[in-house]
């Protein structure tokens, strides 16, 4: 006899905006058993918190029916209305145990964030007027203390938990604390930024604890990889379309990633700088989305010199990448 899985209830809520290219703002409210709760929050707007309201009045349920919040990474654009619900309706808040620090604006964190980035981008070579500016833009972000998350019960959750009924699964890359929610029986998947269909998800630079650089690229290649192990059949991104073919999606995009680092590599014939790589790529838009670009960049040079593709020499503070003329391929 066949097993009946009760299937969750997923109540997309899909805020569009003309924000960057991200089509759209999307948090679900999630029905399983006797649990209603939320992932993610959307943007800090009227509309995702109108939004948030209508979903839920028009499927049988107020803001006191919530029992949690669970947000997939500390990315403003996905705590937006968190502290208007807390206010309301205070809940407990599950999250990475690294998205604390980042959602609570902890203050030696943010400067210790200053003081990384200052020397990442030096030592990548870029110029002092856009590391000066780049900076300028972190230690108003730190002194402005921009919407830190407020909050008397955060519960940390990770690899191996369950809660609600969904496996906790950890898919750094993407941010260093991101999460996806996996139910088994109906082979769903709550995957915030992991997954956008429409655009890529940029492999963010940030640094553990100890002061290193994360490998960004090279942990979200892995945690798309990762991902084609489960059966999936949806996947419910954090901006855009649903994903109705999951693992097409993950195949193309570690495509992309193979390509873009072969680019990459041909450009390093000779010794080269980060700073040059992206120039020489992303030409006006190094001006207009520096860190992103920078954090690309660097991305895909410490994927090729993790997989023993490049080596790196210092000359004055200033790394320089240069492709091997043999190397082995540990993918």
């Known amino acids: 006899m066949a097993i009946k899985v009760k299937a969750p209830a997923i109540y997309p809520v899909i805020q569009e905006t003309n924000y960057s290219n991200l089509r759209s703002f999307n948090f679900y409210i999630v029905n399983y058993d006797d649990a209603l709760f939320l992932v993610d929050a959307g943007y800090d707007n009227e509309a995702c918190w109108n939004g948030l309201n209508d979903a839920l009045k028009k499927n049988g349920f107020s803001l006191k029916d919530l029992d949690a919040i669970l947000i997939t990474h500390h990315h403003y654009d996905h705590l937006g209305i968190i502290n208007r619900l807390l206010a309301e309706h205070p809940i407990p808040l599950y999250c990475h145990p690294l998205a604390i620090p980042r959602i609570t604006?902890?203050?030696?964190?943010?400067?210790?964030?200053?003081?990384?980035?200052?020397k990442l981008y030096l030592t990548s070579g870029c110029d002092e007027a856009h590391v000066n500016h780049e900076l300028k833009r972190l230690r108003e972000y730190m002194e402005s203390m921009e919407k830190p998350i407020v909050h008397d019960d955060i519960r940390?959750?990770?690899e191996g938990d369950e809660i609600f009924g969904f496996q906790v699964l950890e898919v750094p890359g993407h941010s260093i604390d991101h999460l996806a929610f996996y139910h088994e029986g109906t082979r769903e998947m709550l995957v915030g930024d992991h997954m956008i269909q429409h655009i890529s998800s940029n492999a963010i630079i940030d640094f553990h604890k100890n002061g290193t650089k994360t490998l960004s690229l090279v942990q979200y290649e892995k945690s798309l990889r990762r991902l084609l192990a489960y059966p999936l059949d949806v996947a419910y991104s954090g901006h855009g379309e649903l994903i109705n073919d999951p693992h097409g999606l993950l195949k193309q995009k570690l495509s992309r990633i193979e390509k873009k680092g072969e680019l990459i590599l041909q450009m390093l014939n000779k010794p080269r700088t980060p700073?040059?790589?992206a120039q020489q790529?992303?030409?006006?838009r190094y001006e207009t989305a520096f860190s992103l670009v920078m954090s690309e960049i660097i991305g895909h040079i410490d994927r090729l010199?993790?997989?023993?593709k490049v080596q790196k020499k210092a000359d004055n503070g200033v790394f320089y990448y240069e492709r091997k003329p043999f190397h082995r391929n540990r993918l």
């Open 156 to 158: 940390t959750i990770g």
């Open 305 to 308: 010199e993790y997989y023993g």
């Open 105 to 118: 604006r902890d203050k030696d964190f943010l400067s210790e964030r200053v003081r990384f980035f200052n």
């Open 281 to 284: 790529i992303y030409k006006d």
């Open 275 to 277: 700073a040059w790589v």
